[in-house]
């Protein structure tokens, strides 16, 4: 290891982070000025905590947000590789002679053109929203119920903590690789074992429906290390003397269950549930890397956004799809949120 | 039969005993004999499950011949050997990237906590216009598929001269996790009743002085699984570190160095499953030691209906 | 309510804060070197001045060894040149080297790539022609000609090495000879399949492995044109048929077989021949030894015409925004690695065939068995398409191959599905 390479890197890091720090500041100080000795607005303090991690994103995120739905509306691709001009999509902008706006010609082919081959959008969102539901639900099941199991004086819970949450650390690059392997129809380990018990084990990287099966298997395999430590912290915050006083009440377990552990940690587990849905919806590693037989039985939005569009680089029928993924998406969150009460403020 | 699926009966009147048990009201009973056994054996075929495509890393790690697939049972190889490992720690930059990822990765971790907490104070305990929105849109940030928004924020990042070094990066970093964390802070901020807070500030203690001394010590585990949520998060990210670091060598993360050992068709597996091993370490060593923090440390009998 | 006080934080400005962002500009990182001063005179000397070079190469662990002994030897002769290997593969190089289009600075000097990225390249505008720019009489004949696209028939590539064929590899304690065609080569894998042993393996899921077949049976995924897909032939549904009947009737290999199946397979003896590239010799021959034999995959025995697998190879290929002296250095190092010597240690260390006309006939090649075997199945193969409709036939070549070996698809329709598809693909590019 090289000390003067790691010397810099430090040195480039903590500077960074000093400039952050200093950049936070200037913000407050400037919002406080505005919000607080000019406007006098009595929702200053929760302007000003919020301030800074808005910024940030607003330069992460919304930037790239504004030049995808821009590009969306081009042609823009591998042999028109000219940036379109801003916001005009490309009105204004000549490549190879040519306007590059195509207007919502993009949008109309995502819907009705086939995502890859065959498969078209409303049959790849069927495969992802069937894909998404198993696999929360069994992440929330899974993870609940070994939280439950974890959440009490036990000998050996740190070891047992350490060991579940390994699909989790292990880099999803090579456990993939390894799952891909094991998954093998006749050398893999998942087959072999099922040998065992005398059944023969399906071909799960060749065959549409046990491809799927594997994938969610796997997907589940790695979430509910996850799931499992959001909800130990959520149980770890339940007091216990709600138990106590139930139990002095005649309530049964079921019902306590039912009524002090389930409400207790919704606030939590609501938002893990939301988060969890997104990220399944837009998984890419797992449904790619186990469908490496291109089945498009076993495709996923994401995954066939990837194979459609980023191997021929067009660029502005994949920022039209994205944007189609986003908006179902959206619908679902604004839904679901409004319904389960998770924008609640303690106030209410 | 696979474990923790389903909501069984038993664990859950186990968790009523447990909640007492664990709580510093109550000794409480333990549990019977049987319920133990059950629990240690549901467990430890969790661990298993978990454990096993894990312990074939190893085992793929610890082999002689650049091979991923073995017929065999053996969790130890034949002729095992530990050439893969000494080959990628002192043949290859391995410990500068393991040195490189652990300091954006504490940096950034702290960065992005400290917004979230404080953001998620905000969220769970004003009523502001706009407040709705913004945690929607929060969620919202997560709802684009990464690899859309690569080319526009490698654009981005070379207009503003933030690639090929660690600043761009940094500040990525700090702020990819912080919606996420939001949400799951302010879930928790929500489970405490916010009466503590107003019983301190009636004993005189200031808006923020109440958030700093009583919310945020209740909130341990919560503020421990955010930390380790954004650790994990910077430490396996890649596609971020590849725009912003780009060919920058000796700034390498590990997931960009580990990609020498990939290759379309000639994959040195060996030498991927050793790195994989060693760069899994700090996580679950992390693990290991978190428990303390996982644990609320004062007493929530404070308030009396 | 009134803001508490913990909430001044001392206003500073943020012009301080901007000024410590441009402080921060520590260590600059090695991107493109701007020569210094050249020399104004006609003479073609070498330029002095620092000239950094960043190359991009496709190769890993450990090949990528050779690529930075090649930097050094050259650093060695000519100190003022610096040079930053860096490891990409094949699509990570790809991805990058499009994206650099829509921001220049971020190209390196050289690339050391595959041959199918000529034509998205080539699309993008990312990299320059080199007709003309250097010593071609060096070169094989194979290697000749390497590369040539684009409406003035230009040169993008230099050859480095020549190969990526897919050869037929057999385990001599299994297969004693070479078989001489199709029929002699099931015979041997139908003997040698037992118990856990498997005659014949090889990546069932990649449709590379299916176009020398198709050449085998006359056929040919592009029209004359070179652009146009033409999937849906008789020939490529004998080539599909013969694949089939492989697996379903003479039963010699694996139901499921991916490139590293094929490839641990053979490595640990379980079977008896691989249809594997060039690109393997150098780990079979550590793996088997002298037990190792090669040649070119076997004539058909219903045409009588010999597969005719893709060859390629690894290339230099310079990005466009590369000028002046830098491309000056850039050029001499591209002559520098085709001479007999560099070439020569090519083929000693990575075993690759040298795009060197001496090198490929000298003894280096000819005395080594394996070497020259694979040399002679490189004369039996066709040069790899770089455009980017190639990418099209690829993408729509490979479900309905897997799915005609796994049953699930006949021939015939899968012919027609994969010519729907690569006309599709084409349209809408």
Redesign the interface.
């Known amino acids: 290891?090289?000390f003067d390479?790691?010397a810099?890197?430090?040195?480039?890091?903590?500077?960074?982070?000093?400039?952050?720090a200093?950049?936070v500041?200037?913000l407050?100080?400037?919002l406080?000025?505005v919000l607080?000795r000019w406007i006098k607005a009595?929702?200053?303090?929760?302007?000003?905590?919020?301030a800074?991690?808005?910024v940030?994103?607003l330069?992460?995120?919304a930037?790239?947000?504004l030049?995808?739905l821009n590009v969306s509306f081009t042609n823009m691709?591998?042999?028109r590789?000219c940036?379109p001009d801003f916001p005009t999509a490309g009105l204004l902008t000549e490549c190879k002679g040519e306007s590059m706006f195509v207007g919502a010609e993009n949008y109309i082919k995502v819907f009705t053109?086939?995502v890859?081959?065959?498969a078209g959008f409303f049959q790849v969102l069927w495969q992802t929203v069937l894909w998404t539901v198993l696999n929360v639900t069994?992440h929330v099941?899974?993870?609940?119920?070994?939280a439950?199991?974890?959440?009490?004086?036990?000998r050996?819970?740190?070891?047992?903590?350490?060991?579940?949450?390994?699909?989790?650390?292990?880099?999803?690059?090579?456990?993939l690789?390894?799952?891909r392997?094991?998954l093998?129809?006749?050398?893999g380990?998942v087959n072999?074992l099922l040998g065992l018990v005398g059944v023969t084990g399906p071909?799960w990287?060749?065959?549409p429906t046990w491809n799927f099966a594997a994938m969610v298997m796997v997907n589940v395999?790695l979430g509910?290390?996850?799931m499992m430590?959001?909800l130990?912290?959520?149980?770890?915050?339940?007091?216990?003397?709600?138990?106590?006083a139930?139990?002095i009440d005649g309530a049964?377990?079921?019902q306590?269950?039912r009524h002090i552990?389930l409400p207790?940690?919704a606030?939590?587990?609501?938002?893990?549930i939301?988060?969890g849905v997104?990220?399944t919806f837009?998984n890419?590693n797992v449904p790619f890397v186990l469908n490496?037989?291109?089945?498009?039985t076993s495709d996923t939005l994401?995954t066939g956004?990837?194979?459609a569009a980023?191997?021929?680089?067009?660029?502005g029928?994949?920022?039209a799809y994205?944007f189609a993924?986003?908006a179902v998406?959206?619908l679902f969150?604004?839904f679901y949120?409004r319904r389960s009460g998770?924008?609640?403020?303690?106030?209410e | 039969m696979t474990s923790g699926t389903g909501i069984p009966v038993l664990p859950a009147a186990a968790a009523g005993r447990a909640a007492r048990t664990t709580s510093k009201t109550a000794g409480g009973r333990r549990d019977s004999f049987q319920k133990r056994l059950l629990i240690h054996g549901v467990l430890m075929i969790a661990s298993l499950i978990a454990a096993f495509p894990v312990v074939r890393v190893l085992s793929i790690a610890l082999r002689p011949t650049n091979a991923l697939l073995e017929r065999e049972f053996r969790l130890i190889p034949e002729h095992a050997t530990l050439d893969s490992f000494g080959h990628v720690i002192n043949g290859t930059s391995l410990p500068q990237w393991l040195f490189n990822s652990l300091i954006i990765t504490v940096g950034t971790s702290l960065v992005g906590l400290v917004f979230a907490a404080t953001s998620a104070y905000a969220f769970s305990r004003y009523k502001f216009p706009g407040r709705g929105i913004g945690l929607t849109a929060l969620l919202a940030t997560q709802l684009i598929p990464a690899t859309m928004l690569l080319v526009p924020i490698f654009i981005l990042a070379v207009q503003l001269d933030l690639t090929g070094t660690y600043r761009g990066l940094v500040i990525a970093y700090s702020v990819t996790s912080v919606p996420f964390s939001i949400w799951i802070l302010k879930g928790y901020y929500d489970t405490v009743p916010i009466e503590l807070e107003e019983a301190a500030r009636i004993d005189g203690a200031s808006q923020l002085g109440a958030f700093w001394r009583i919310l945020l010590p209740l909130s341990a585990p919560a503020l421990a699984i955010v930390f380790l949520f954004n650790f994990l998060a910077a430490w396996n990210e890649f596609v971020l570190a590849r725009v912003l670091i780009g060919s920058t060598t000796e700034l390498f993360t590990w997931p960009l160095g580990i990609l020498r050992f990939q290759a379309q068709f000639q994959t040195q597996w060996g030498d991927l499953a050793a790195a994989s091993i060693l760069v899994s370490i700090p996580i679950v060593a992390l693990f290991l030691y978190s428990s303390k923090w996982l644990i609320s440390g004062v007493t929530l009998g404070g308030v009396k209906g | 309510m009134s803001v508490p006080k913990s909430i001044k934080f001392l206003p500073l400005a943020m012009v301080v804060a901007l000024v410590l962002a441009a402080c921060t500009s520590t260590s600059a990182s090695p991107s493109a070197g701007e020569p210094s001063e050249s020399a104004e005179a006609s003479e073609p000397s070498f330029p002095t001045g620092d000239i950094a070079i960043e190359l991009w190469t496709k190769e890993g662990d450990p090949n990528i060894d050779f690529v930075q002994q090649l930097a050094d030897d050259y650093s060695a002769l000519h100190p003022n040149v610096t040079f930053n290997v860096v490891n990409k593969d094949v699509e990570l190089l790809r991805e990058d080297m499009v994206n650099s289009a829509l921001a220049p600075e971020t190209q390196p000097e050289l690339l050391w790539t595959v041959l199918d990225h000529v034509g998205p390249f080539y699309d993008a505008g990312v990299v320059q022609p080199l007709t003309g720019q250097f010593d071609e009489s060096v070169l094989a004949d194979a290697a000749k000609g390497a590369g040539t696209y684009g409406p003035d028939n230009d040169v993008w590539v230099d050859p480095i090495s020549i190969g990526n064929q897919l050869m037929l590899y057999y385990n001599k304690t299994m297969v004693a000879d070479a078989p001489a065609d199709t029929d002699a080569m099931i015979a041997a894998a139908v003997a040698n399949t037992a118990g856990d042993k498997y005659g014949l393996v090889y990546n069932q899921t990649e449709p590379f492995w299916l176009v020398p077949w198709l050449g085998g049976f006359g056929g040919s995924v592009f029209g004359s044109d070179g652009q146009t897909p033409t999937l849906d032939t008789p020939e490529m549904q004998s080539t599909l048929q013969f694949l089939y009947d492989l697996k379903f009737d003479s039963k010699v290999m694996p139901s499921e077989c991916d490139y590293t199946c094929a490839d641990d397979l053979f490595k640990t003896g379980s079977a008896g021949m691989i249809i594997n590239g060039d690109w393997a010799l150098g780990d079979y021959t550590t793996a088997l030894g002298d037990d190792l034999g090669v040649t070119a995959i076997p004539m058909v025995a219903s045409t009588g015409t010999y597969p005719a697998p893709y060859i390629g190879g690894t290339y230099w290929m310079v990005p466009s925004a590369v000028e002046g002296d830098t491309l000056t250095v850039v050029l001499d190092f591209i002559d520098f690695t085709l001479a007999a010597d560099q070439q020569q240690a090519q083929v000693e260390v990575l075993k690759r065939l040298p795009s060197n006309d001496e090198i490929l006939n000298s003894a280096v090649v000819t005395g080594d068995p394996n070497l020259a075997d694979a040399a002679d199945a490189v004369s039996k193969g066709v040069p790899q398409p770089v455009n980017l409709e190639m990418r099209c036939n690829w993408d729509a070549m490979k479900p309905q191959m897997s799915a005609v070996l796994s049953g699930t698809a006949s021939v015939a329709d899968a012919a027609a599905a994969m010519q729907a598809a690569a006309d599709a693909c084409v349209a809408a590019l």
């Not at chain 1, 439950?148 to 036990?154: E, Y």
């Not at chain 1, 606030?267 to 893990?272: G, I, M, R, S, Y």
């Not at chain 1, 490496?292 to 498009?296: R, S, V």
């Open positions: 290891m090289n390479q790691s810099s890197a430090l040195q480039e890091i903590v500077l960074t982070l000093v400039v952050i200093v950049a500041a200037a407050e100080g400037f406080y000025l607080v009595r929702l200053a303090v929760p302007l000003m905590l919020i800074p991690a808005f940030g994103l330069l992460l995120i930037y790239p947000l030049w995808e691709s591998l042999r590789f940036a053109t086939p890859l081959q065959q069994m099941a899974g993870g609940l119920g070994l439950l199991l974890l959440h009490r004086q036990m050996g819970k740190g070891i047992y903590r350490a060991l579940i949450v390994l699909p989790w650390a292990v880099p999803q690059i090579v456990a690789a390894v799952w392997t094991e093998h129809g006749e050398f380990m072999q071909s990287l060749t065959d395999w509910i290390p996850f430590v959001i130990l912290g959520g149980l770890q915050s339940i007091p216990g003397d709600l138990y106590e139930a139990e049964s377990s079921r306590s269950f552990t207790m940690i606030p939590v587990l609501t938002p893990a939301i988060l997104v990220w837009n890419f490496q037989n291109e089945l498009e994401v956004l990837f194979r980023f191997q021929y680089n067009r660029y029928f994949a920022g994205a993924i986003f998406l959206l969150v604004i949120v998770a924008l609640k403020s303690v106030h």
